[in-house]
């Protein structure tokens, strides 16, 4: 008998919406997991890997999981990216980022222009407080600032760099065909297009520590810059804006960890890692299955479009304790919100920096006795990306 004949067959689960999903998804995963680790889903169209130890599986195995899909929504909104190709092609890709992203490069140039966004952007609540939307006031223009300074656009504003990521992100989630979001997202890429061809003949002739100064003597074709630059923008400020705010959010609604947090700054780690963990900002991203296999136990045909649920992944009761809750006190386990194997996150120690090691401390240092508005509660929301979409908050004006 075959290892294919031996497989359960994958259940269909037709009670799933988008709708409901996007408002909380963590109740569907518990259902999904329960029964399998993969499940057929006619409302998103693809096969949805719920458990830790199947979407581990696809993160490590290239030639069976391809990151370079079908009929990918993303190469039609920001072009064909690293993250839609596998080695070698990925990988020339993946070095022409050189040392821009990595720990020496934070610490020589990028940690003091996050000090220097964290300081503007909390003087800008201050000045209007007591009061202030957390996620749209600080962690947005901080994040999208932050981006924008890494990426070396001097042409651009942080609300270009927002605009543009969320148009994008909007194309690549275009499902209905909707020709508005096409045209917003043109328009996006068109404008970050331009912006790219500016800025290139400039950083020739002034080269600096940005990503854009060294690219612009990498022997890869403008057209995967662009695509890259593109997929940076819409990955790159999302998730530190998202993870920043449910990091506070998660803190604010747990005085007896947000004590100990204060007691001892140095556990702001602690409490980025357990945010993410807990909500991973990127819930899902794609695969496709290159040759009938098995996975954990499950028949999968070739061609099957997959979604690795990361944040389904990180809530697995096998591999996390009490999972649901958050708990900066939890045993340390590898969770997989910054993904794994060859696209393991390149942003993950800029997002560590800016967000654990300066964010953090800096916010519940400058605003004191920062809670919740009881008049106005906090909205949480999403699932393919999952965050703050509203987060009113109020401290005390010193
Ligand atoms: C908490 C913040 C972040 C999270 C949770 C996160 C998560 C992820 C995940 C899950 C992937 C892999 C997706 C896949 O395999 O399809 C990824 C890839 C990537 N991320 Fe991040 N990210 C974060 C911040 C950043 C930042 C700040 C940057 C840039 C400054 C960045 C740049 C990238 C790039 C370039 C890739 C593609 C890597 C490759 O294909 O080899 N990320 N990220």
């Known amino acids: 008998m075959?290892?294919?004949?031996?497989?359960?067959?994958?259940?269909?689960?037709?009670w799933v919406t988008i709708e409901d999903l996007y408002r909380n998804p963590f109740p569907i995963y518990q259902k999904m997991r329960a029964e399998a680790p993969v499940h057929w889903v006619p409302a998103v169209n693809r096969y949805m890997v719920t458990?830790?130890?199947?979407?581990?599986?696809?993160?490590?195995?290239?030639?069976?999981?391809?990151?370079?899909?079908?009929g990918s929504l993303m190469k039609r909104a920001m072009g064909h990216s690293m993250l839609r190709k596998d080695d070698p092609e990925h990988d020339v890709e993946r070095k022409s980022y050189g040392g821009v992203l990595r720990p020496r490069a934070i610490k020589e140039t990028w940690n003091?222009?996050?000090?220097?966004?964290?300081?503007k952007y909390l003087a800008q609540l201050k000045a209007a407080g007591p009061g202030a939307d957390f996620i749209w006031e600080y962690a947005a223009p901080y994040a999208a600032?932050?981006?924008?300074?890494?990426?070396?656009?001097e042409n651009a504003t942080q609300e270009d760099l927002q605009r543009w990521s969320q148009t994008m992100i909007d194309g690549t989630g275009n499902y209905a065909d909707?020709?508005?979001?096409?045209?917003?997202?043109?328009?996006?890429s068109a404008e970050v297009d331009a912006a790219i061809d500016e800025m290139l003949p400039r950083l020739r002739q002034h080269p600096n520590a940005t990503l854009l100064s060294g690219l612009a003597d990498m022997k890869i074709p403008l057209e995967s810059i662009r695509a890259n630059l593109k997929m940076t923008?819409?990955?790159g400020l999302n998730e530190p804006r998202d993870v920043l705010g449910v990091a506070v959010w998660a803190l604010l609604s747990n005085p007896d960890q947000l004590a100990q947090v204060l007691a001892q700054p140095a556990r702001f780690t602690d409490v980025f890692d357990e945010a993410i963990r807990w909500v991973a900002p990127i819930g899902m991203y794609p695969r496709q299955v290159t040759r009938d296999t098995v996975l954990e136990g499950m028949a999968l045909p070739e061609g099957a479009r997959l979604g690795v649920v990361l944040g389904a992944?990180?809530?697995?009761?096998?591999?996390f304790e009490d999972p649901e809750t958050f708990n900066i006190n939890r045993e340390k386990k590898p969770h997989l919100a910054f993904g794994g194997g060859i696209h393991y996150c390149a942003g993950a120690w800029v997002a560590k920096a800016s967000v654990a090691a300066i964010a953090l401390p800096q916010v519940f240092d400058q605003l004191p006795n920062l809670r919740l508005d009881p008049e106005h509660p906090a909205v949480d929301a999403g699932w393919v990306f999952r965050g703050m979409v509203k987060f009113p908050v109020l401290w005390d004006q010193k």
């Open 2 to 14: 075959s290892i294919a004949a031996e497989a359960r067959p994958v259940p269909t689960a037709d």
């Open 51 to 70: 458990s830790f130890e199947a979407c581990h599986i696809i993160e490590q195995d290239q030639e069976i999981y391809s990151a370079n899909e079908t």
């Open 112 to 119: 003091a222009i996050f000090q220097e966004n964290s300081d």
């Open 145 to 153: 600032e932050n981006l924008r300074r890494i990426i070396g656009f």
């Open 178 to 188: 909707d020709p508005e979001v096409w045209a917003k997202a043109e328009k996006s």
């Open 233 to 235: 923008i819409g990955g």
């Open 313 to 319: 992944a990180n809530r697995d009761p096998k591999q």
